[in-house]
T-cell receptor, first 114, second 116 residues
Framework: EAQVTQNPRYLITVTGKKLTVTCSQNMNHEYMSWYRQDPGLGLRQIYYSMNVEVTDKGDVPEGYKVSRKEKRNFPLILESPSPNQTSLYFC?????????????FGSGTQLSVL | QQQVKQSPQSLIVQKGGISIINCAYENTAFDYFPWYQQFPGKGPALLIAIRPDVSEKKEGRFTISFNKSAKQFSLHIMDSQPGDSATYFCAAPLGGDQTGANNLFFGTGTRLTVIP
């Protein structure tokens, strides 16, 4: 089944404790991205990647890191989480070019930073 | 700066009624306008999309109307059903030479509730 898999689904942590949220897709997509969803603010892009070893900042990159060492994986790293990073996070992927621009989203990771 | 402005924030419609959600954009370089649907506990999923070379696109009960001169596009849900209750996001691509239609600005979302 074609899918984007995020882990964990729920995460509670404390301020300053480094964490990683994993994202993996099995559709051989070149493009991957991370969004955070907050009430009243919609989906805001954190980082995106056009292909392996190519990443760039989105609208709200502060406090986050990403890496794209393999085509299928795009982990989101919070080196020193803070309470304002409490949010619902989504990973997404798609092909690039052509006429198929559909974004496939994971099921989300609810992060709480205490 | 918001690239796309979505309204209303929430919407309650009776079963069988018409739901209308609006989106306004700033950047005239945008050339792809999707709507995504999100059910509770799930990620958003593409519902319907339009390119500015047409003024309307219909898929079943869902229609996008596009007004290029007003820089607006809207989602119409005809014969709304309780199963349509979800959050709807409009979006537009960042554009330029960076990406195609994958890199999206999303609106703030509209929570639709269809009452039986």
């Amino acid at each position: 089944e074609a899918q984007v898999t995020q882990n964990p689904r729920y995460l509670i942590t404390v301020t300053g404790k480094k964490l990683t949220v994993t994202c993996s897709q099995n559709m051989n997509h070149e493009y991957m991205s991370w969004y955070r969803q907050d009430p009243g603010l919609g989906l805001r892009q954190i980082y995106y990647s056009m292909n392996v070893e190519v990443t760039d900042k989105g609208d709200v990159p502060e406090g986050y890191k990403v890496s794209r060492k393999e085509k299928r994986n795009f982990p989101l790293i919070l080196e020193s989480p803070s309470p304002n990073q409490t949010s619902l996070y989504f990973c997404a992927s798609s092909w690039t070019g052509g006429t198929n621009e559909k974004l496939f989203f994971g099921s989300g990771t609810q992060l709480s930073v205490l | 700066q918001q690239q796309v402005k979505q309204s209303p924030q929430s919407l309650i419609v009776q079963k069988g009624g018409i739901s209308i959600i609006n989106c306004a954009y700033e950047n005239t370089a945008f050339d792809y306008f999707p709507w995504y649907q999100q059910f509770p506990g799930k990620g958003p999923a593409l519902l319907i999309a339009i390119r500015p070379d047409v003024s309307e696109k219909k898929e079943g009960r869902f229609t996008i109307s596009f007004n290029k001169s007003a820089k607006q596009f809207s989602l119409h849900i005809m014969d709304s059903q309780p199963g349509d209750s979800a959050t709807y996001f409009c979006a537009a691509p960042l554009g330029g030479d960076q990406t195609g239609a994958n890199n999206l600005f999303f609106g703030t979302g509209t929570r639709l509730t269809v009452i039986p």
